[in-house]
Antibody, heavy 116, light 107 residues
């Protein structure tokens, strides 16, 4: 059974760095073809893909976030991470991680609010 | 970036009806398209992948098709539990992009 769960700080202030963790089970990021993606969704709005990390440590980022993103993984502990630097109110959203190939299994999401 | 233009933004239909939601890709995405269903307060769930393949466990009343750069999601025999927002997503090229969503309301 594949499960994923996101965790994060809940609230942070503008200019801080957002650190998110995705803890998963039922698959391994050391397996060929596996990966984890991060997607976010402001309240009442659409979905925005942020970044992917693959089993071979290939990483891909959404250029719209202008080098603010860093994705990484800890294969031994079945975790993936996303950092977003210099946050502002526009980064307020629910953040999801999902298993890739397809985005076939998603976590429940974690709400992040950026507010002074 | 590949733009995914999804239509309609909202629709209302009755139980038992058939509805179609469309996504137009700004360039050829070679069937690298998925459809998701999202209910309020929940995470998206994969319905269709590779444009027309039904994800395990998804009812067969959901189907996907394509014609050129136009992709369609059809829902037959609408059930009350189909009330949700539906998104398309291309994974042919980075950055992966989503359509704007279609909110389906049941009358």
């Amino acid at each position: 059974q594949v499960t994923l769960k996101e965790s994060g700080p809940g609230i942070l202030q503008p200019s801080q760095t957002l650190s998110l963790t995705c803890t998963f089970s039922g698959f391994s990021l050391s397996t060929y073809g596996m990966g984890v993606g991060w997607i976010r969704q402001p309240s009442g709005k659409g979905l925005e893909w942020l970044a992917n990390i693959w089993w071979d440590d290939d990483k891909y980022y959404n250029p719209s976030l202008k080098n603010r993103l860093t994705i990484s993984k800890d294969t031994s502990n079945n975790q993936a991470f996303l950092k977003i630097t210099n946050v502002d109110t526009a980064d307020t959203a629910t953040y999801y991680c999902a298993r890739i190939g397809q985005l076939d299994y998603w976590g429940q999401g974690v709400m992040v609010t950026v507010s002074s | 970036d590949i733009q995914m233009t999804q239509s309609p933004a909202s629709l209302s239909a009755s139980l038992g009806e058939t509805v179609t939601i469309e996504c137009l890709a700004s360039e050829d995405i070679y069937s690298n398209l998925a459809w998701y269903q999202q209910k309020p307060g929940k995470s998206p769930q994969l319905l269709i992948y590779d444009a027309s393949s039904l994800q395990d466990g998804v009812p067969s009343r959901f189907s996907g098709s394509e014609s050129g750069t136009q992709y369609s999601l059809e829902i037959n025999s609408l059930q009350s539990e189909d009330a949700a927002t539906y998104f398309c997503q291309q994974h042919h090229d980075y950055p992966w992009t989503f359509g704007g969503g279609t909110k389906l309301e049941l009358k």
